[in-house]
Nanobody, 126 residues
Framework: QVQLVESGGGLVQPGGSLRLSCAAS????????IGWFRQAPGKERELVSC????????YYSAPAKDRFTLSGDNARNTVYLHLTSLKPEDTAIYFC???????????????????WGPGTQVTVSS
């Protein structure tokens, strides 16, 4: 059974940083695309970043580009999302998600990601 569990969220001041972690039950970065989404109150869930093993590339949404960094460690079964220069508009629940085995390409469609963690809250406020 695939399990994803996020941690590392919290309250941070504008301009601050956080590192989110996603512990996966059987992480294999070469076998599928894996990424981070977020959902702010009253808004739809949106892709933040995604790693595509087949392309060897990491994709970032416009708001995340140059501020957030996705990385992964197969040995630790963990994927990270390092958030820097945080803004109040980054406040949201952040979710780790992955596609099924064999689906190597990233997508910004929530429905393309079959496995999800429960999320971790990030609040950016002074």
């Amino acid at each position: 059974q695939v399990q994803l569990v996020e941690s590392g969220g919290g309250l941070v001041q504008p301009g601050g940083s956080l590192r989110l972690s996603c512990a996966a039950s059987d992480l294999s970065l070469e076998s599928y695309a894996i990424g981070w989404f977020r959902q702010a109150p009253g808004k739809e869930r949106e892709l933040v970043s995604c790693f595509s093993s087949s392309e060897g590339k990491t994709y970032y949404s416009a708001p995340a580009k140059d501020r957030f960094t996705l990385s992964g460690d197969n040995a630790r079964n963990t994927v990270y999302l390092h958030l820097t220069s945080l803004k109040p508009e980054d406040t949201a629940i952040y979710f780790c998600a992955r596609r099924p085995h064999g689906y190597y390409f990233c997508s910004d469609h929530v429905s393309d990601f079959h496995f999800w963690g429960p999320g971790t809250q990030v609040t950016v406020s002074s």
